[in-house]
């Protein structure tokens, strides 16, 4: 009885961890982007103080799922780089003056200290360090211990996962968006959280959601990101 009962206390008191993790994130990216008016300290904030120390504590949840892309797997991830990359490209030169206003996302970055020679390396870094990051602390650390791999999508797990993974996003989003679409904006990335947890639950492979993250979503933005500072 007495064990029963330490076991489920300590059951709560990781869980309540996990979902003060989940929340970390919102006054990490509020202090680099808000207050210290630095994208250098955001990314430190976020990912060295947010998403590494529980990546290295979560390790237990996510080392079984190490596991290399399968061939077909290899094959769905090169059909979406192909279609979703050039597409999202497309459908900023459609949109992107409705969506995005130039000059304005230019004055925000630059505020925070960025300059157009940071362009190569912030996508050599982020695109795979974001990836692997984001993917382990979500999916591999938070997901696994919400819910695990094996449930049905639309879990409890899954939701409150998709929901924090993109609610802090806004905070940046709304810096860069007009008025009016940085809802809209955080709406698809829930969309992108819930793709990411399927493929991860679907494939048992932490590595296929770090892979579509970093060179099909991550890519797209940054190559977006891109064409707005040519103007």
Known sequence: MLSSLVTSLLARRRLAVVILLTLLPWP???LGMYHFDSLLWTFALYHGVCLLPAIIWGYPLWRKALRPPSPSQWAWLLGGFVVIVPLALLV???IGKSLLDAPGVLSVV???GFRAAWLLPLILYFVPVNAVLEELFWRGTVLNELRGTGETLGT???VWTALTFAGWHYLVVRLLVRPGWAELTVLGIVGAGIFFD???RR???IIVPILWHGLVF???LLLIFRAVLQG
Request: charged share 25%; net charge positive; hydrophobic share 35%.
């Open 203 to 205: 494939t048992r492979s």
């Open 92 to 94: 900023y030169q459609d």
């Open 28 to 30: 990490a990216v509020w």
């Open 156 to 158: 409890v797990g899954t």
């Open 218 to 220: 991550d890519l797209s």
């Open 110 to 112: 630059t505020r925070r």
């Open 198 to 200: 399927w493929l991860y």
